[in-house]
């Protein structure tokens, strides 16, 4: 469990270079060369590891509407998105790698005008995705989807220094439980993720740690006593009193900076 200021704040992680919303990530296949037939946006997404993106309700969609808008590349979805559901087997029955049982039709659809049997959303007016069956051969834009990380569940099990019979730790990759509004790292510079690892477990009074990665952060984000050895040190080793913390701390994304509690 996380600690921040008391509460537990669920967190799933993202692939770099997909977009997140709760428990999901999404990859926005955009700009005119990336519109494609249905197939083609199907196989497109599952060559990066998802599917096409099915909405499962009002909010995911207003999520992934507000997205598309902010993509200049994107242009508006009221061209229309493909999406992972279509009846080309039988007419009518809707087959959806995931069936969440959620439908948003347009008035008088789904109608199959010229064997319409692959589905797309678009956006009109206030709603921000009708449902429309389409041509399959049409060439749209399409936003791809897979199920994010759960950090929590994210273990490493650390063989700590010789005089230490060893320990395991739980990891949050590339974040820091640090105190707003930077990032001030009043530990000490570590030869490895290891030695910080054990210093936090010879101390009674330490339930966690930040790594901080030198070289992967900007230097900015250090403070002035640790920035001048950063070159020379591959790391910060922060430890924290979880017990003691004040609500001032929070769970903050930082490249190259991981948070550690000890099992």
């Avoid at 809707?94 to 439908?103: E, F, I, L």
């Avoid at 273990?155 to 439980?177: E, K």
Wanted: charged share 20%.
């Amino acid at each position: 469990m996380f600690v921040t200021g008391g509460d537990v704040i669920p967190d799933h992680g993202c692939p770099s270079g997909w977009d997140n919303h709760l428990t999901r990530c999404y990859w926005y296949l955009d700009g005119s060369a990336q519109r494609a037939s249905w197939e083609d946006a199907t196989q497109a997404c599952q060559d990066i590891g998802g599917d096409l993106y099915i909405p499962s309700d009002d909010e995911e969609s207003a999520f992934v509407h507000e997205a598309l808008g902010k993509r200049e590349s994107f242009g508006s979805i009221t061209k229309g998105i493909w999406i992972g559901c279509h009846d080309k087997e039988v007419e009518g029955r809707y087959d959806c790698y995931v069936d969440n049982g959620y439908r948003n039709w347009a008035a008088d659809e789904p109608n199959n005008l010229g064997e319409e049997d692959c589905f797309a959303v678009y956006a009109s007016g206030s709603n921000v995705s009708l449902w429309n069956d389409k041509s399959c051969l049409e060439l749209y834009n399409a936003v791809c989807e897979r199920a994010g990380t759960n950090l929590y569940s994210v273990t490493r099990r650390f063989q700590m220094l010789s005089d230490i019979s060893g320990g395991s730790a739980s990891l949050l990759p590339d974040h820091c439980l640090v105190e707003l509004p930077d990032l001030q790292p009043d530990g000490f510079t570590v030869t490895s993720l290891i030695r910080c690892a054990a210093a936090c477990a010879h101390d009674s009074e330490c339930e966690a740690f930040n790594f901080l990665r030198h070289g992967d952060v900007p230097l900015s984000s250090l403070s002035s006593s640790s920035s001048s050895s950063s070159s020379r040190s591959p790391g910060t080793c922060q430890k924290l009193y979880v017990k003691s913390l004040s609500e001032s701390y929070v769970m903050t994304e930082i490249d190259g900076c991981s948070f550690y509690e000890m099992n």
